[in-house]
């Protein structure tokens, strides 16, 4: 599994999803401070909106910006090539409380370390294990109806 993760330059990493897999391999993490560009070529990159993930992208590195919704433009448009566009099939719930006072987020999203387990998933990966250490783990899962996968994020 290849993951590469941008975040903006102005993210908060106390509220970061994906901060305990920093480190894990297969995992790249990048900031994108001004002058950064990416070429996603060949890499799935998750959005709302476009055809969902499928087994017939299992395999193929995931590309992950990780940002507040109200940056996420301005992160974007630092990609660059041709990416593999996919969503995350209908009716997937964050279970992270938001809080945003200024900005409503849109209804279909999922903190990064959410989408990242749920663009697997609907691939055909099954990697619990990559939950583990996010706080809102277990209730992300239960309110999904992958309440089975609880007893392997323990024990993987």
């Known amino acids: ?9 102005k993210e908060n990493l106390k509220k970061c999803s994906m901060s305990h ?23 799935v990159l998750l ?3 476009a055809p969902p993930i499928s087994p017939s992208d299992a395999g193929l ?3 992950l910006l990780d940002s507040t919704w109200a940056l996420l433009p301005k992160l974007r448009s630092k990609i660059s090539g041709t990416p593999i566009l996919r969503s995350i099939p209908e ?14 987020d849109p209804s279909a ?4 370390v959410e989408a990242l387990y ?7 990966i099954s990697r619990p294990e990559i939950l583990r250490g996010w706080h809102f783990a277990e209730d ?3 309110i999904n109806g992958w309440g089975s996968d609880i007893e392997s994020l323990k024990s993987s």
């Not at 599994?1 to 330059?9: G, P, T």
């Not at 900031?31 to 996603?40: H, I, L, P, Q």
């Not at 749920?118 to 055909?124: N, P, Q, R």
């Open 140 to 142: 992300f899962l239960k």
């Open 118 to 124: 749920a663009a697997l998933k609907f691939s055909g």
């Open 109 to 112: 999203g999922l903190a990064t």
């Open 47 to 49: 959005e709302i909106g």
């Open 91 to 104: 009716g997937v719930k964050t279970a992270y409380p938001r809080i945003s006072k200024l900005y409503k």
């Open 1 to 9: 599994m290849k993951v590469v993760v941008i975040r903006h330059c």
């Open 61 to 63: 590195p995931i590309l």
């Open 21 to 43: 897999l920093h480190g894990h391999e297969g995992f790249t993490f990048l900031k994108a401070r001004d002058g950064f560009a990416f070429d996603a070529t060949g890499h």
